[in-house]
C-alpha cells in the first residue's frame, strides 16, 4: 500500500483518518441511502428534469429509470413502473432494451461518462498539472456537495451491481477510466519534475474511494458534520504527498 510508503513523512493522524473514510466505503453500502421524496428534487437537479437531455424514447426510459431510484430505491423498480415513468408502454421499453438488466447497464454508463465530462470540462490540455490535479479533487467534492441526488442514485446502484456481474463489469470498467484521468495528471506532473515520485494507480484508487466513503457517512449520519472539512482534509493531504514542495 502506498500509504505505509508515505507513514513516516506526513501527519498520521491526518492519513489515519483518510483510512477510516476509505473502509466506510466497503462498510456502508452494505446499509441502502435511506431517501424521502423531495419534490424540489428536479427542480434543485442543476440538469433539470432529467439524467440525459434529450428527447428520445431510448432516452426518456433511462431518465425515468433514474428518477424510479431515487423516488423509491433501487430494489423496488419494475418494469412497469419505469413505463409509467416514462410514459411508455411496456412493448418499447422490451424494444429498446429487452430487460432491466440492461437499462440499469446504460444508466451507471451514463453517471459515469456525467462525471467524466465534469471533469475534463474543467481544465484545458495546455493547463499545468496542479491545477487539473486541484480541478480533478473539486470535481469530486463537486459530485458529492453540489450533485447530492445524483450520488445518492449512483450508491444505490452501486449496492446492487455488486451482486450482479454484468453489472459489477460495467463499473469496473469505467472505474478504470476514471483512474486514468487521474493517473494521467499525476504522470505528467512527475515528467515535469513538479509531483514527486509516486504510485498513481494506488493513489487514484485511495482518492476515488475516500470520496465515496466521505459522501456515504454524510448521508448515512444525515449530513451531521461538516462536509466541506472532511474534503480540505483529503485535499490537503493528498497534495503534500503528491505536488512536490
Known amino acids: 500500500m502506498f500509504i ?44 433539470g428534469n432529467n439524467l440525459i437531455r434529450d428527447k428520445s424514447k431510448r432516452t426518456k426510459i433511462v431518465n425515468a429509470l433514474f428518477k424510479c431510484i431515487y423516488k423509491d430505491g433501487v430494489k423496488n423498480v419494475t ?16 424494444y429498446y432494451f429487452k430487460t432491466k438488466e440492461n437499462i440499469f447497464s446504460e444508466c451507471i454508463q451514463v453517471l459515469f461518462s456525467k462525471f467524466i465530462y465534469d471533469i475534463e470540462r474543467r481544465y484545458k490540455p495546455s493547463d499545468p498539472p496542479e491545477k487539473k490535479l486541484e480541478e480533478f479533487f473539486c470535481a469530486g467534492s463537486d459530485f458529492i ?15 446492487l451491481s455488486i451482486k ?17 484521468i487521474m493517473e494521467s495528471i499525476i504522470e505528467e506532473g512527475m515528467q515535469k519534475g513538479v509531483f514527486n515520485k509516486v504510485n498513481k494507480h494506488d493513489l487514484s484508487t485511495f ?7 466521505i459522501g456515504l457517512q454524510w448521508h448515512m449520519r444525515k449530513k451531521s458534520f461538516d462536509l466541506n472539512r472532511h474534503f480540505e482534509i483529503l485535499d490537503k493531504n493528498l497534495k503534500r504527498i503528491i505536488i512536490k514542495e
Not at 79 to 94: C, P, Q, W, Y
Not at 145 to 159: E, M
Open 207 to 213: 482518492f476515488i474511494a475516500a470520496i465515496e466513503g
Open 4 to 47: 505505509n510508503k508515505y507513514i513516516n513523512k506526513y501527519n498520521i493522524k491526518a492519513i489515519a483518518s483518510l483510512i477510516v473514510i476509505t473502509c466506510a466505503t466497503f462498510f456502508s453500502i452494505l446499509v441502502l441511502v435511506r431517501r424521502t421524496t423531495n419534490n424540489n428534487f428536479w427542480k434543485a437537479d442543476p440538469m
Open 145 to 159: 456537495i453540489k450533485q447530492k441526488n445524483l450520488f445518492v442514485v449512483f450508491i444505490d446502484i452501486w449496492s
Open 79 to 94: 418494469i412497469r413502473k419505469i413505463a409509467e415513468e416514462a410514459n411508455v408502454n411496456l412493448g418499447i421499453i422490451h
Open 164 to 180: 450482479i456481474p454484468k453489472l459489477q463489469k460495467i463499473f469496473i470498467k469505467r472505474y478504470e477510466e476514471l483512474s486514468k
